[in-house]
């Protein structure tokens, strides 16, 4: 394939890879929707099998996510404080 690619202009190689990049994302478009339909299917069948285990669950993911959110802002305004002393 590479060979083929050679015979093409530079204007042209960028169009043609341009091209092969969005059938890709087009396939890859498809996966992610095909493994989002089965997260939301196995998350539906967890909760009509155990609903208190799925609640707790979800209650241990949802602080787990707090916990990484206030990381993730204590090292912005650590960045920032430091940015800060950094431009004075």
Known sequence: MKAYFILFTEQERAGTQIACCSVNNQKMSKILLGALVCAAVATAVF??????KFSETVDDLKGKADDMLSKVKEGLGKAEEDLGRATS
Do not use: E, R, W
């Not at 909760?47 to 208190?52: C, G």
């Open 47 to 52: 909760y009509l099998v155990d609903p208190d």
